[in-house]
């Protein structure tokens, strides 16, 4: 059993890349089930307004540090995470290990432009990979019961759903306590980045932590108040559970 930390009430396991990989892998060779689940500043701030939220991402089987601020706050609360693990490259690890090892992918999310384009970009990049399925991301409630039994007819090994965050906790939940048997893993925008219809910050500002000033840079209006009021309501939080005060 992996000894788990907690920041602020949410549930890190303190893993690395490789590790989170290896874990990741002996659940597709043992055919069970996993919520693979990525926490940022944002994440967090959501698990203190919605406790449906904060249960299924206590719950979910792999915890990751997605983000330079959580990392940050680990180590500053004495209960460090080795290394931020972030989605959009855990993602294409696993696609590389699928290339790699004939393991079946699924993509459910997105327009069906970016994800066409993406699926060409695929074919190139991991020509032997395995894709059994995709269904883009507009859908109604009446759709969810079809992409269920799809995905469960399929039965891929991974399941990449790129809608944004809560709603794609919400629907893996459900297809997971349905009984849908696969590794689960939401990448929010990775679809749009991945396909070429954004680009990501060049690599001197991700290895620099600065990746979010880029993103706020391309969207400026979608992700203002999610990165810097966000930020500031996290932080403020932090330097309160450093003095021991409720946050």
Same mark, same amino acid.
């Given at each position: =059993?992996?000894?788990?930390?907690?920041?602020?009430?949410?549930?890190?396991?303190?893993?690395? =890349?490789?590790?989170?990989?290896?874990?990741?892998?002996?659940?597709?060779?043992?055919?069970?089930?996993?919520?693979?689940?990525?926490?940022?500043?944002?994440?967090?701030?959501?698990?203190?307004?919605?406790?449906?939220?904060?249960?299924?991402?206590?719950?979910?089987?792999?915890?990751?540090?997605?983000?330079?601020?959580?990392?940050?706050?680990?180590?500053?609360?004495?209960?460090?995470?080795?290394?931020?693990?972030?989605?959009?490259?855990?993602?294409?690890?696993?696609?590389?290990?699928?290339?790699?090892?004939?393991?079946?992918?699924?993509?459910?999310?997105?327009?069906?432009?970016?994800?066409?384009?993406?699926?060409?970009?695929?074919?190139?990049?991991?020509?032997?990979?395995?894709?059994?399925?995709?269904?883009?991301?507009?859908?109604?409630?009446?759709?969810?019961?079809?992409?269920?039994?799809?995905?469960?007819?399929?039965?891929?090994?991974?399941?990449?759903?790129?809608?944004?965050?809560?709603?794609?906790?919400?629907?893996?939940?459900?297809? =997971?306590?349905?009984?849908?048997?696969?590794?689960?893993?939401?990448?929010?925008?990775?679809?749009?980045?991945?396909?070429?219809?954004?680009?990501?910050?060049?690599?001197? =500002?991700?290895?620099?932590?600065?990746?979010?000033?880029?993103?706020?840079?391309?969207?400026?209006?979608?992700?203002?108040?999610?990165?810097?009021?966000?930020?500031?309501?996290?932080?403020?939080?932090?330097?309160?559970?450093?003095?021991?005060?409720?946050?």
């Amino acid at each position: =059993m992996r000894d788990r930390i907690q920041i602020l009430g949410v549930t890190i396991d303190p893993l690395t =890349m490789n590790e989170t990989i290896d874990i990741v892998e002996q659940n597709v060779l043992e055919k069970r089930p996993l919520h693979l689940m990525g926490v940022n500043a944002d994440k967090i701030n959501q698990c203190h307004t919605d406790e449906k939220i904060k249960k299924i991402v206590n719950e979910s089987g792999i915890i990751n540090a997605d983000g330079a601020s959580v990392v940050l706050a680990s180590k500053f609360l004495g209960t460090p995470v080795p290394e931020r693990v972030a989605g959009i490259d855990l993602m294409q690890c696993l696609l590389e290990l699928s290339n790699k090892k004939g393991y079946s992918v699924y993509f459910f999310g997105a327009k069906e432009e970016v994800l066409q384009d993406m699926l060409k970009v695929f074919k190139i990049d991991y020509p032997n990979l395995i894709v059994i399925g995709h269904r883009n991301g507009y859908f109604s409630e009446n759709d969810e019961k079809d992409i269920q039994e799809d995905i469960r007819e399929k039965t891929p090994d991974f399941v990449f759903v790129g809608i944004t965050s809560p709603k794609k906790e919400y629907i893996i939940q459900k297809f =997971m306590d349905n009984g849908v048997n696969s590794v689960f893993m939401g990448v929010g925008g990775s679809f749009d980045v991945l396909s070429g219809h954004i680009q990501r910050a060049p690599l001197w =500002m991700q290895k620099s932590n600065l990746e979010w000033l880029f993103r706020v840079a391309n969207e400026p209006k979608r992700l203002f108040k999610r990165y810097f009021v966000g930020n500031i309501t996290f932080i403020r939080k932090v330097l309160k559970a450093k003095r021991g005060i409720k946050y």
